[in-house]
């Protein structure tokens, strides 16, 4: 089955900093998602990017398709952005296959 | 903006007791889906259910498990006899469209532990 691997698995900025996570999948993919999972356990949705750049306040994300990865960006970072990013990738069928995520931590 | 709901939003219960999950979907939502975290791991999907069948299911999802939309709106999972390590975060998604073609909404999930 499919690969999805983020790098880095744990990350400490300190607020204000930028930051870039990725996610290399090792095949051809219908969909990728950005989650954030906050420190209560929910699962927030960042992005559907299958394909292209998008951008949502401080954040924005670029999936490069043909080269099977994708980046999210963090400007600017802020103590509410802890959590853990994870990527989820659908290949055509019904199930989504997720990341192990990468854990971040902003220091005020 | 419309959201998926979970409850209960944590559920003790003694191991060999029978626990059902429950979840609203999204109105216009066809496709559900349920998906499991246990603690510090990466989301692991169970089951993918559209048009009152399964269409897809992983390995984890054995007999013990089972999945129905009793009455149209809610969308349940239902563990027959619990383990311990069935002890984790359990998530309902729904999206409009399959196969990846839409996003999948994730509800704020149901913390199962497993005594």
């Known amino acids: 089955g499919i690969q999805v691997e983020q790098s880095p698995p744990d990350l400490i900025l300190q607020e204000g900093a930028n930051s870039t996570l990725r996610c290399n999948f090792s095949?051809?993919?219908?969909?990728l998602q950005w989650f954030h999972q906050n420190p209560w356990g929910q699962l927030i949705n960042l992005f559907y990017i299958p394909s292209g750049t998008k951008q949502n306040g401080r954040l924005s994300a670029t999936t490069v398709a043909t080269e099977r990865y994708s980046l999210l960006y963090i400007s600017s970072s802020q103590t509410t952005d802890s959590g853990v990013y994870f990527c989820a990738v659908n290949t055509g069928g019904f199930k989504t296959i997720f990341g192990a995520g990468t854990r971040l931590f902003v220091k005020a | 903006e419309p959201e998926v709901t979970q409850t209960p939003s944590h559920q003790v219960t003694q191991m060999g007791q029978e626990v059902i999950l429950r979840c609203v979907p999204i109105?216009?939502?066809?496709?559900f889906y349920w998906y499991r975290q246990i603690l510090g791991q990466k989301v692991e999907f169970l089951v993918s259910f559209y048009n009152n069948e399964i269409s897809e299911k992983s390995e984890i999802f054995d007999d013990q498990f089972s999945v129905e939309r009793p009455d149209g709106s809610n969308f349940t999972l239902k563990i027959r006899s619990t383990k311990l390590e069935d002890s984790a975060m359990y998530f309902c998604?729904?999206?409009?469209?399959?196969?990846?073609?839409?996003?999948?909404?994730f509800g704020p999930g149901t913390r199962l532990t497993v005594l």
């Open positions: 109105s216009n939502h066809l496709y």
């Open positions: 998604a729904t999206s409009r469209l399959d196969r990846g073609k839409d996003t999948q909404y």
């Open positions: 095949d051809s993919v219908n969909n």
